[in-house]
């Protein structure tokens, strides 16, 4: 069955540092990945996908996550934050077995300081 | 043009009312979803339409009774709502295939009293 761990529920960072959101995933097949963010009140919007190309995949607002199926890690980065990035982040999974089924992570809520 | 619509935004109802939440896009997608989300926690699957067929019922309460008159247009409707019913009514749509991406609405925020 697909399962998908995000380790930290909480990251806070200073803007203008480093953002890192972890992933791990479980999957019997060659799996998608997607990371979504979610700002208050608002749906979900697509920040970049992983599909058995590249990798490193870059998307938009500067994120980008590399695929390490040794791993099973898809994690999230951005070389520096702004203050619009603090919102929640979902990693999602699905592999051929589930179809449609998108399985969803718990969350890590991003704050970003001043 | 990559929109899904979502409307009402919000909706405030009693547990003898009957209510109808709509969604609608027009990205060409054969597949469209009902997600429920409670504060703090990620979408959980209600519905799947597949070619305009419900292809997935995560085993929901028949209170919620989805419909798809078209490929374009996806209603959930509701009755005899219970407040742990309140919560984010999340639609969304795709191509259909595991690898597709799939474009969240705004959501519909219902209250149940």
């Not at chain 1, 870059?58 to 980065?77: C, D, M, P, V, Y």
């Not at chain 1, 929640?88 to 077995?97: A, G």
């Not at chain 2, 490929?71 to 969304?92: G, K, R, T």
Request: charged share 15%; with cysteine.
């Amino acid at each position: 069955a697909q399962s998908v761990t995000q380790l930290d529920s909480h990251v806070s960072v200073s803007e203008g540092t480093p953002v890192l959101l972890r992933c791990n995933y479980s999957s019997s097949y060659s799996p998608s990945l997607f990371w979504y963010v979610q700002h208050p009140n608002k749906g979900l919007q697509l920040l970049l996908k992983y599909t058995s190309a590249a990798t490193l995949v870059k998307g938009i607002n500067g994120f980008e996550a590399e695929f390490k199926k040794s791993e099973t890690s898809f994690h999230l980065t951005k070389p520096s934050a702004h203050m619009s990035d603090a919102a929640e982040y979902f990693c999602v999974v699905s592999d051929r077995n589930y179809g449609q089924n998108f399985v969803f992570g718990p969350g890590t809520r991003l704050s970003v300081l001043p | 043009d990559t929109e899904v619509t979502q409307t009402p935004k919000h909706l405030v109802m009693g547990m003898t009312n009957k209510k109808s939440l709509k969604c609608e896009q027009h990205m060409g997608h054969r597949a469209m979803y009902w997600y429920k989300q409670k504060a703090k926690k990620p979408p959980e699957l209600m519905f799947v339409y597949s070619y305009e067929k419900l292809s997935i019922n995560e085993s929901v309460p028949s209170r919620f009774s989805p419909e798809c008159p078209n490929s374009s247009l996806l209603n959930l409707h509701l009755h005899a709502l219970q407040p742990e019913d309140s919560a984010l009514y999340l639609c969304a749509s795709s191509l259909g295939g595991y690898t597709d991406t799939q474009y969240f609405g705004p959501g519909t925020r219902l209250t149940v009293l």
